[in-house]
Structures are given as C-alpha cells and as structure tokens.
C-alpha cells in the first residue's frame, strides 16, 4: 500500500526568506511512508484543492502537497486563510482511511494531536486544540485544519487534510482585525523556527496516530486528544447549521464529536460548528462515552 521514499520537487521557491528544501525535508524525514512523495510549490491557490486533484488521479496515500504561499488559502466553512510566503507551512496529506464517512472527524481530532506534539517537540510553547481543529497559544490560533474528502459507499475513498501554521510571521504579517485571534510561534517564542525540523516532526506524529487508529485504537487518540483539549470543561456556544447549542463541553464522542450538557441537563451530541469559549468549570466532571 505504501512506497519506498522519493521526492518530486515540483517547482523551486525564489522567496527571499529561508525557502523550504527538499533535501532539507527529506533529511529531516523519518516516517515510513507519509512524505515520501511530496510536491513542492512556490505558489499554489490552495494546497488542499492540488492535492483533491492528485487523489482523483490515484496519487498514493501518504502523498503530501506543500506551498510557500497560497493564493487562496481556505479554512473551514469557506472561511479564508492567511498564507504570506515564506513564513509558514501550507500542506495537504493525501489519506486513503478505511473509515466509514461518519467516522471523518476523526482524522481531523488526530491531526490536531499531531500538530499539537510537533509544536511541543520542536518549539515548547504550550499548544492548545479548541474543537475541533484550531491549534492555540496563549488563546490566540496558531493554526488550523481543513479534511475535505470523497465518500464511498462504504469507506472513505480518500481524505485530505489541510494544515495552516503560522511559523515566523511578525505582528506587521498578521491583518489588525485578525491579531487579536491569532498568534505565530515566532511571536510565542520570540525564535525563529526551521520549518523544515517541524514539517519533518508533523509528519512523524501524524503517521504514528494514522498507524494507532488503523489498529483499532482510537481510544488512544482521544485520550491524547484530552490531553491537549482548551474545550473540554469550558461552557460554550456552538454554532452551525442546525441553529446554536449552548451548554458544558463534557467530552468527546468515540466518532469525536463534541458532547455537551445543557442548562436543563439534557445531553447534545454536536458534529460541527463553530465553538465560542464562554467560561471555565474547573471542577466539572468529564464524561467518555
């Protein structure tokens, strides 16, 4: 299923700033076969939509599209992604889960474990995960992921997983009206960070949680996921199509879906949307199901 390690540098990026290498990623590769095929673009519309292409084409799992800059980066619910060249890591993994299409959201809950472990390996700030897929740092969004995929009738016939970090921007980097809801590792740390050390230590992280939920482990991830979770335990909104629910963040689901105990004690099981933090509970109980 998988394929022995070989790179395609697709085009060269010219950015005056430390420009991503393939030799440089590849010596800091060690997985056993994510990345192992990796198109590297200076500019790209988006990441995810090349490698939407790439897995109708057949492309391999594991096959991974990376960008200097993105054009058109995209976030959730058409949502725009901020993606100046040269300061972050724009990606998109091809994934071939043997999932069901209910069981999606979790490929999302373990990437975020993934990118979680790879900022806490290699840059030690304290990473946070707000359900379901934004990446905090003292609050404020350090990056996010977008999973499009195609269903089958059964499984999944392929998932992409889009990964949007902010790396070395500068407060000049980050638009006004998104500063205040966003951060940088650069701006965490006051460091700058080799981006090809933290691409190599995501993709490491991220297969290793891929393999645990391949073995049926999946309780593994979730316990991991808690581990690093900002919203279990808070009260939240949350909002989506179906309307506002309201309530104690208790747990995630086994599918990773958010349970929460309203105000009249009824439980509600949400499977998107948009969470607001409202408030802590420092003593509430949580509940696995």
């Known amino acids: 299923m998988h394929q022995t390690k070989k790179l395609f540098h697709v085009e060269q990026s010219h950015s005056s700033k430390k420009p991503l290498l ?23 519309q988006s990441t995810n939509l090349t490698a939407i292409r790439l897995a109708g084409q057949g492309a391999a799992e594991g096959t ?21 060249p040269g300061i972050g890591i724009y990606c998109s993994i091809i994934l071939r889960p043997k999932l069901s299409p209910a069981e999606g959201q979790l490929i999302t809950l373990l990437t975020a474990v993934a ?47 889009g990964v949007g970090i902010n790396v070395n921007q500068t407060s000049d980097a980050l638009a006004d009206e998104y500063l205040s809801k966003a951060t940088s590792l650069l701006i965490e740390t006051g460091q700058q960070v080799d981006r090809s050390a933290l691409i190599g230590q995501l993709f490491v992280e991220l297969e290793n949680l891929y393999e645990t939920l391949h073995r049926g482990e999946a309780a593994t991830i979730l316990q991991q996921w808690r581990r690093f979770s900002s919203t279990v335990g808070q009260h939240v909104r949350v909002s989506g199509k179906e309307g506002v629910t309201e309530g104690v963040a208790l747990d995630v689901t086994k599918a990773g879906a958010l349970l929460i105990r309203q105000g009249d004690g009824s439980l509600v099981v949400v499977h998107a949307g948009d969470v607001e933090h409202l408030r802590v509970f420092p003593d509430e109980e949580t509940n696995g199901e």
């Not at 393939?22 to 673009?41: E, M, R, S, V, Y």
């Open 115 to 161: 990118v979680a472990k790879a900022v806490e390996v290699k840059v030690h700030p304290s990473p946070r995960i707000k359900w379901p897929n934004d990446i905090l740092i003292n609050n404020r969004k350090v990056a996010g992921i977008l999973l499009e995929s195609k269903a089958g009738s059964v499984e999944m016939e392929y998932a992409v997983v």
């Open 22 to 44: 393939p030799d440089q990623i590849i010596a800091k590769l060690n997985t056993q076969w994510l990345g192992h095929t990796i198109h590297l673009f200076q500019q790209l």
């Open 64 to 84: 991974v599209v990376l960008a200097e800059y993105q054009t058109h980066g995209r976030g959730r619910r058409s949502r725009s992604w901020s993606s100046p």
